[in-house]
């Protein structure tokens, strides 16, 4: 499942995190690289223990915290805080699949990562190439979003970035660990929960449509849900 978060983050919040990372210290991506992604991966990344990134990081968070689309289509369990990436013309990241386990940075506390999300930084018409390409099932992907939009998408996709041939693509990423683990099964909640919304806009709360499959949702969430 692929999903579109229009205007996750404002303008002015979008302006702000450039604005720090304009003055910021960026080091090779490959510091977060896995064995794997090594091979095909080639950006720059702020590191996470850089005290402003961190207060970027939170920021994003609370960007997070106010999306009910984000919260419906992830149904997020822990997320790992954002980090922030930059590639340059000449920069590109082959095709790869993101490492199943991560490490909350200070705690040492382990997720699993489920869901991966790029919030895009840059405008669309600020670099050329540097498209999100995301496989599935049904064929390939592309996304290039406008600054302080969101794609989500499922960890376990095969995805790249087409090389930057101008330009720079600017980013913040990171993942969750749904209490969903299955992608089918979160697609279905999703679905649902934006039936239970359309629903709601035409009946009242206590018309027994309304109750019937809002309850449905809860008992399903009850079933499949790890907390």
Do not use: C
């Amino acid at each position: 499942m692929l999903i579109t978060i229009p205007d996750l983050l404002t303008p002015d919040e979008t302006a702000h995190i450039r604005q720090v990372l304009e003055r910021t210290d960026w080091v090779d991506g490959l510091s977060t690289a896995g064995d794997q992604a090594a091979g095909v991966k080639k950006n720059l990344q702020v590191p996470t223990d850089n005290h402003e990134a961190q207060k970027l990081s939170a920021l994003v968070l609370q960007a997070l915290g106010r999306s009910p689309t984000y919260s419906s289509a992830v149904l997020p369990l822990q997320v790992l805080p954002p980090m922030f990436n930059r590639y340059d013309a000449g920069m590109t990241f082959g095709d790869h699949v993101d490492g199943s386990i991560r490490v909350i940075p200070q705690t040492g506390q382990r997720i699993r990562t489920d869901v991966s999300t790029t919030v895009f930084l840059t405008e669309p018409d600020e670099y050329e190439g540097g498209e999100l390409v995301v496989k599935d099932t049904y064929g390939e992907h592309k996304v290039k979003l406008p600054a302080g939009h969101a794609v989500v998408y499922p960890s376990t996709s095969l995805h790249r970035v087409t090389p930057v041939t101008k330009g720079s693509r600017w980013a913040s990423f990171f993942w969750a660990q749904s209490m969903i683990r299955d992608d089918w099964q979160r697609h279905m909640m999703y679905d649902l929960d934006q039936s239970i919304m359309r629903i709601r806009g035409l009946l009242p709360d206590d018309d027994p449509a309304v109750t019937g499959i809002t309850a449905h949702y809860h008992n399903m969430i009850r079933q499949w849900a790890e907390v």
